[in-house]
Nanobody, 126 residues
Framework: QVQLVESGGGLVQAGGSLRLSCAAS????????MGWFRQAPGKERVFVAG????????DYADSVKGRFTISRDNAKNTVYLQMNSLKAEDTALYYC???????????????????WGQGTQVTVSS
């Protein structure tokens, strides 16, 4: 069992930056792939970024490539999402997710993740 708690969301102007954190408790954090998803009102939950258990592989949605960076600190049981050059269309509820890793492939589909946090709201004003 893994418990995930996101933090770092808020209101920011377009062009600004935020860093989201996701603290994990429970079993061995370094055995889990981690991902960030987001869901805007009336829309489906979509993949934003993911990182393999070792941190050696990462993947991003095309919409955030070059602006967002995912990283993890296995000693602190925490995964981060650095978001720069934010746009109004980045406004959403951001979720952290985890799944027991069985390879170095980064899972990009929501159904591949078993554990989810409650989400943190990011609002970008234009």
């Amino acid at each position: 069992q893994v418990q995930l708690v996101e933090s770092g969301g808020g209101l920011v102007q377009a062009g600004g930056s935020l860093r989201l954190s996701c603290a994990a408790s429970g079993r061995i954090f370094s055995s889990y792939d981690m991902g960030w998803f987001r869901q805007a009102p009336g829309k489906e939950r979509v993949f934003v970024a993911g990182i393999s258990r070792s941190g050696g592989n990462a993947d991003y949605a095309d919409s955030v490539k070059g602006r967002f960076t995912i990283s993890r600190d296995n000693a602190k049981n925490t995964v981060y999402l650095q978001m720069n050059s934010l746009k109004a269309e980045d406004t959403a509820l951001y979720y952290c997710a985890a799944r027991w890793a069985n390879s170095e492939r980064v899972p990009v589909s929501w159904y591949e993740y078993r554990y989810w946090g409650q989400g943190t709201q990011v609002t970008v004003s234009s």
